[in-house]
């Protein structure tokens, strides 16, 4: 429900961008959503910065890498699943489980 309003082409243009393998251009999109309190982006945001972190954590993406890249995930999970986002909850009790949290 929440891509239907103006906001909506924010999300396909995200969506767009990441099909395409920009991932950055995608990153960038779904940030300026999720610091508007839209949970899916905050969701996307967090899965882009894990993964990144999770397949090459020493490459930087938007200038976080490292250890950052997975602090910065952890926090919109954390927005995220405070908005009810079931995935958002799963990934958070995965982190706790592996002690990454």
Same mark, same amino acid.
């Given at each position: 429900v929440a891509e239907r309003g103006p906001w909506g082409t924010a999300f396909t243009d995200a969506f767009d961008a990441l099909s395409a393998g920009k991932v950055e251009k995608a990153l960038h999109l779904y940030a300026a959503l999720a610091v508007g #309190?839209?949970?899916v982006a905050q969701h996307n945001?967090?899965?882009?910065?894990d993964e990144q972190y999770l397949s090459?954590?020493?490459r930087s993406i938007a200038g976080i890498? #490292?250890?950052a890249l997975a602090e910065r995930a952890f926090a919109f999970y954390r927005l995220s699943a405070g908005q009810g986002n079931v995935a958002a909850e799963l990934r958070l009790g995965d982190c706790y489980y592996y002690g990454q949290g």
């Open positions: #309190g839209y949970e945001v967090a899965f882009l910065l090459a954590p020493q890498s #490292g250890v």
